[in-house]
C-alpha cells in the first residue's frame, strides 16, 4: 500500500519513543529493543537513531539505572521514510510483543528547530563519553501562551550553545501524528552534556535558565525533566562504531 502524503514530507522528522517496561519483563523487552539499533542505524534513511536508558536527575541517583524505562530518540530523513521503518521486520518483532512486556509504549513525532548556533566545547580535557548525561524536556504550554512561551524558549537555544558542557541542545515543536499538523503548545528540548555534573550544577544555575524557570508558571502547565543514559555505544548510519 502506497504511503499518504502529509504536509512536511520532504522535511526531516524527529521521532521520540518512551517505552514502560512491565515488571518481569525487563530482559526480554531490552533484549529485542537492543537489536533494533544497528539493524535500524543501517537504514540508508535514518539520520541518527539511540537507545537510552531511564537514570535520576539529582546528585543521589543520576546513575541509578531504571531498567523499566527507555527512550528512543530518532531522526529520519521523512515522515515517509520513517513510516517505511515501521514496517520493517525487526519493528514487527517488537510491535508483536510490546503488548506483553510494555505497560505503555508512547509514539511522537516532531519538527526540529533548527537555529545558525551550535555548541562549541569551551572546557578543559573532554571526559570520558561513558559519562554523557541526557536530558529530555517535555513542556505542555497554556492556551494563549503560545507566543509568549516560544520566544522565551526559543532564546535559551543560543545561550546554551555558548556553555563550556554542552555537547547538544536541540529544540523541537510537536507534530500532529495523522496530518503533521504543528502543535505549539508542545515543545520539546533534546540535551546532551559532557557529565551530569555541568548539566545539574552549571547549566541549571545560569541565570538566564533561573529566569525561565522562574517565569515559566505564567506560560506553562508543566515542565517535565528526565534523565538518560546511552545504551552501550553509538553506531553511525553504517552500523559500524564509531
Not at 202 to 215: G, I, N, P, Q, T
Amino acid at each position: 500500500m502506497q504511503n499518504a502524503n502529509y504536509i512536511g514530507d520532504n522535511k526531516e522528522l524527529v521521532v521520540l519513543s518512551l517505552n514502560h517496561i512491565r515488571e518481569g519483563s525487563e530482559e526480554k523487552a531490552k533484549e529485542v529493543m537492543k537489536k533494533l539499533v544497528p539493524l535500524t542505524n543501517r537504514e540508508p534513511s535514518c539520520f541518527f537513531y539511540q537507545m537510552h536508558v531511564n537514570v535520576g536527575t539529582e546528585d543521589n541517583n543520576y546513575m541509578v539505572e531504571n531498567q523499566r524505562f527507555y527512550m528512543f530518540y530518532e531522526i529520519w530523513r521523512s515522515r515517509a521514510d520513517w513510516d517505511k521503518h515501521m514496517e520493517m521486520p525487526y519493528l514487527q518483532e517488537w510491535k508483536s510483543i510490546a503488548g506483553d512486556v510494555c505497560e505503555s509504549w508512547q509514539l511522537y513525532i516532531w519538527e526540529r528547530v533548527k537555529l545558525p548556533t551550535c555548541p562549541i566545547f569551551r572546557g578543559g580535557d573532554l571526559v570520558d563519553p561513558k559519562d554523557k548525561y541526557t536530558l529530555l524536556a517535555l513542556v505542555d504550554v497554556k492556551e494563549d501562551c503560545e507566543d509568549r512561551a516560544w520566544k522565551e524558549m526559543l532564546a535559551l537555544v543560543p545561550y546554551t550553545h555558548t556553555e563550556p558542557g554542552c555537547i547538544s541542545y536541540e529544540m523541537h515543536i510537536n507534530l500532529d501524528m495523522d496530518n503533521m499538523t504543528v502543535n505549539p503548545r508542545k515543545i520539546m528540548f533534546y540535551e546532551n552534556w559532557y557529565d551530569y555534573r555541568v548539566w545539574k550544577h552549571e547549566h541549571m544555575k545560569a541565570d538566564y535558565l533561573v529566569r525561565w524557570f522562574d517565569m515559566s508558571p505564567q506560560v506553562t502547565h508543566k515542565i517535565e525533566l528526565t534523565g538518560w543514559k546511552l545504551v552501550d555505544h553509538e553506531l553511525t548510519a553504517t552500523g559500524k562504531e564509531k
